[in-house]
């Protein structure tokens, strides 16, 4: 990485670690409260422990860091020498963890450019690798910020659930829209629109609810170079399968990436969850 502009991101990213390390990326965590314990996302541990949770129903909610996290990780870099820092986060519509990172930006010993990628998961994280990219390769912060804001532009996340409930009880999709899906046993294809979690088809089973998947990773992948992930929660099995045809019917796959998510995400979508990412290059 240049030594002049450092890269910041937040655990939702779920970032493999040899990438972090590799690019020397600062990850802030959120937290999970798991039946009044509080978690740090982005390990196994707690994603094990989040999976447990929801099984047996009991109370999960999350929380953003707060700005002073965000300000001692922007200290910490500019004594580090940046210069100028990129901070590249999750959607604004689905955590507060954005708006932190701005207050704590204001009064940064260095430039802060903060992007809003209006993603999560690894549609956030590829967006991150193009920052550290173009960091590495010489770009200022302006211009790193702006790589991540591209990669933003091209990114298209799918993910399917086994029920809405999860979403509805955090707030994420209405009352109304989930009930009716759980009352025709319908299996929820979702997609991120404008930084939002929205229902995007409603298919009968889920094979076939997960092969739409698949044709939808498919299509927006299109025939050129493509960086693909494919997550999932206590799913691991169809997961391997999924990313095996992915694999298979991608030929310009750059990197193919295969993860459990943190329990940010998997608290509003819970066991079961399977998701592509797809963003051409």
């Known amino acids: 990485m240049s030594p002049t502009v450092a890269i910041v991101t937040d655990s939702t990213a779920y970032l493999p670690p040899e990438q972090v390390a590799r690019h020397g990326i600062t990850v802030v965590p959120l937290t999970v409260v798991l039946d009044g314990r509080a978690l740090l ?13 929801l099984e047996r129903r ?26 100028g820092i990129v901070s590249v986060h999750l959607s604004s519509e689905i955590s507060g963890t954005h708006d932190a990172a701005v207050v704590a930006a204001r009064t940064a010993p260095v430039p802060v450019r903060v992007v809003d990628t209006g993603l999560i998961a690894m549609a956030l994280g590829f967006c991150v690798l193009a920052a550290a990219g173009a960091a590495a390769a010489g770009a200022d912060a302006d211009q790193a910020a ?7 532009d091209a990114a298209r996340a799918y993910f399917y659930v ?9 707030g994420r999709i209405g009352t109304a829209r989930a009930l009716l899906g759980s009352a025709l046993a319908v299996k929820p294809l979702l997609e991120l629109t ?6 995007r088809e409603k298919v009968r089973t889920a094979s076939r ?3 739409r998947l698949e044709e939808l990773a498919v299509e927006h992948a299109g025939s050129g170079p493509v960086d693909v992930a494919v997550h999932h929660l206590a799913a691991g099995e169809r997961a391997a399968q999924l990313a095996e045809r992915l694999g298979q019917r991608l030929p310009g796959a750059a990197e193919l990436h295969v993860s459990e998510v943190g329990a940010v995400l998997g608290a509003h979508t819970g066991p079961g ?4 990412v797809v ?3």
């Open 41 to 53: 996302d982005g390990t196994g541990e707690t994603a094990r422990r989040l999976t447990r949770a």
């Open 162 to 170: 086994d029920t809405l409930e999860h979403l509805r009880r955090g």
């Open 209 to 211: 609810a997960i092969a």
């Open 58 to 83: 009991q109370a999960v909610t999350t929380s953003r860091p707060g700005p002073e996290v965000f300000a001692e990780a922007y200290r910490e870099a500019a004594r580090a020498g940046a210069e």
């Open 194 to 199: 404008d930084g939002r979690i929205e229902l």
């Open 273 to 276: 969850l399977l998701g592509a």
């Open 146 to 152: 702006a790589e991540a804001r591209k990669r933003a």
């Open 279 to 281: 963003v051409p290059r």
